[in-house]
Structures are given as structure tokens and as C-alpha cells.
């Protein structure tokens, strides 16, 4: 039987999968299994926005989620982008 947090989080990552893509995102997907800072990216085309989002329970403190904000604060700006096919 899966566990009852994974299951939890795995819902909660697929809803923002969908509202993403409602919102424009062209590529939204989870970064599955992955255990990295990243849960989610997002891709809109038009705005040429990517998201990375890290999705977290509504149960943790407010502290906690400041601290990987900051941590993960170099993620924000901007980026030179290479796509590759290998």
C-alpha cells in the first residue's frame, strides 16, 4: 500500500500541474522521484516564464518555509537556456 504522505503530495503536485496549465503553461510536469528542490517546472511559451516550484504541506511552519525560500532564492532571476536533444 503507498504511503498516505506520498499520496497527499503526489495529489497536491498533480492539482498545480493542471492549474498551471490552465494559467498558459505550455510544458507544466512533475519532477518525479527526483528528491531535488525543484517538484514542479513550468514552461509558458508566450511570456517565456519557466516556474520551479517546490510544493510543501500546508502543516509547515512558516520559519521552515522562509528557510527554503532563501536557500533556493538563487533560482530566481535570469538564465540562459539550452535545449538539447540527446
Given at each position: 500500500?503507498?504511503?498516505?504522505?506520498?499520496?497527499?503530495?503526489?495529489?497536491?503536485e498533480q492539482?498545480?500541474?493542471?492549474?498551471?496549465?490552465?494559467?498558459?503553461f505550455?510544458?507544466?510536469?512533475?519532477?518525479?522521484?527526483?528528491?531535488?528542490?525543484v517538484?514542479?517546472f513550468?514552461?509558458?511559451?508566450?511570456?517565456?516564464?519557466?516556474?520551479?516550484?517546490?510544493?510543501?504541506?500546508?502543516?509547515?511552519?512558516?520559519?521552515?518555509?522562509?528557510?527554503?525560500e532563501?536557500?533556493?532564492?538563487w533560482?530566481?532571476?535570469?538564465?540562459?537556456?539550452?535545449?538539447?536533444?540527446?
Amino acid at each position: 500500500m503507498s504511503n498516505k504522505n506520498y499520496l497527499k503530495g503526489y495529489a497536491k503536485e498533480q492539482y498545480h500541474v493542471q492549474r498551471l496549465k490552465k494559467e498558459g503553461f505550455e510544458i507544466a510536469n512533475r519532477s518525479a522521484g527526483s528528491h531535488s528542490p525543484v517538484d514542479l517546472f513550468a514552461i509558458n511559451k508566450l511570456t517565456r516564464v519557466i516556474k520551479f516550484i517546490q510544493c510543501k504541506p500546508l502543516s509547515m511552519s512558516k520559519n521552515k518555509r522562509k528557510e527554503i525560500e532563501l536557500n533556493l532564492n538563487w533560482l530566481n532571476g535570469v538564465f540562459r537556456v539550452k535545449f538539447e536533444v540527446i
